[in-house]
């Protein structure tokens, strides 16, 4: 069973910048896309990016697409979050979660951090 460990979540100011990272142990990393989610108050969870096994991205939500870089380092069993120019409205839980093939669901999921961002 994979576990998921995300960190790097906290208050930021509009404009600032989050570096979000998730450790996955007890699983091979390498065999898994990995993908970030977020869930606002009062708001159903919604996607926020996605990558290859080898790195490649697959995709962005619009809203934070050339603000947020997803990134994963094989070697340390981490994919990284990278949020810059940040908005009231990113203000959310993130959470990392993984799937063993980008047809299926994520069916592993981190605890989440909190993201705040005031205007």
């Known amino acids: 069973q994979v576990q998921l460990v995300e960190s790097g979540g906290g208050l930021v100011q509009a404009g600032g910048s989050l570096r979000l990272s998730c450790v996955a142990s007890?699983?091979?990393?390498?065999?898994?896309?990995m993908g970030w989610f977020r869930q606002a108050p009062g708001k159903e969870r919604e996607f926020v990016a996605a990558?290859?096994?080898?790195?490649?991205?697959?995709d962005y939500q619009d809203s934070v697409e050339g603000r947020f870089t997803i990134s994963r380092d094989n070697a340390k069993n981490t994919v990284s979050l990278q949020m810059n120019t940040l908005k009231p409205e990113d203000t959310a839980v993130y959470y990392c979660?993984?799937?063993?093939?980008?047809?299926?669901?994520?069916?592993?999921w981190g605890q989440g951090t909190q993201v705040t961002v005031s205007s």
């Open positions: 007890r699983g091979t990393f390498t065999t898994f896309y």
């Open positions: 979660a993984a799937r063993p093939s980008i047809s299926t669901t994520y069916v592993h």
């Open positions: 990558m290859r096994r080898d790195g490649a991205v697959i």
